[in-house]
DNA sequence: TATTGTTATACTCTATAACTATA
DNA sequence: TATAGTTATAGAGTATAACAATA
């Protein structure tokens, strides 16, 4: 007991690493998870949101919009007017270009989706007391203040 | 403000998921970059700390281990020998099966990433009061309890 | 006959470089 | 000359099915 009242803090925060580390992986699996069932990989969602948001875009905006090369989107792209969520449409003013378009089947997955996010909200964290609520919402913002420190000082150097 | 009141549960359950999915996020795009420093991917990486913890194992073995084909664990052994993390030895008693084994620099750097722990939980949460600590390792085991629950559910399903 | 690992094939995400059509 | 998107090529993760060697 004396070992662990010694070190008790960096144990604590050892604890707390771990619980954020399974939530992260969980987190995925279960996203994952879930898109595959609508047809989609994380990838393509992405996309989707983004188009979902923005209205038809070019593969240049969207490209950057997601952070990958313009090729990557062109396969994106390719898979998703093969499954039937996005369209190719011509640009009105510029023929290099084309539209990004959502098909009426791409724009209810991507409102279905969204619409989960309550009830996976609700999965959650229903029942947890307000006051409860808000201490996980203090602590998980400074976490995640730091965290968007931590990346964006490594992406800098 | 009477519509914010009406909605307040849900919104603050919402403002934690929002939380919770964004540090998911930040902590993935984190750890791969890490790792691609240490020349890992996340697959990779698995496989090394599953031979570091276990010992030289069968492929068949570090299959079922990471929930992944035995196809596939020949690919993540293939790259992982090219690139000096493991190699493959003979199992002394089954002439079928190979033994993967870690190479020092593939012990030396799963003890470095190990050791790496402690430091991202100092980067993220040193400085935070024992009290702090303590909603936070509550609340978050709240919501994996809950997470585990689910995707078990699904997986069940 | 069952098991271990590999070859064969395929799909997805990712990247860079070279090329075409258009600005 | 610069830009939009594609073809070409390549590496990584994932899967199933068929096959070899061995149990």
Do not use: C, I, Y
Not at 39 to 58: D, I, S, W
């Amino acid at each position: 007991m004396a070992a662990h009242d010694r070190d008790g803090p960096a144990d604590q925060r050892g604890a707390v690493l771990d619980l954020v580390l399974e939530l992260a992986l969980l987190v995925e699996e279960d996203m994952t998870a879930g898109l595959a069932r609508a047809g989609l990989t994380k990838a393509r969602a992405h996309l989707l949101f983004e188009v979902a948001q923005r209205g038809p875009a070019t593969q240049q905006v969207l490209a950057a919009a997601l952070g990958v090369s313009p090729r990557n989107v062109t396969g994106l792209v390719d898979g998703m007017t093969a499954t039937g969520f996005v369209t190719r449409e011509p640009h009105p003013r510029d023929r290099r270009a084309t539209l990004v378009t959502l098909t009426a089947h791409g724009r209810a997955v991507a409102e279905r989706l969204v619409a989960g996010r309550g009830e996976f909200a609700d999965a959650l964290l229903a029942g947890l007391p307000a006051a409860r609520l808000a201490e996980l919402a203090d602590g998980l913002g400074e976490v995640v203040g730091r965290m968007r420190a931590l990346v964006a000082q490594e992406g800098a150097s």
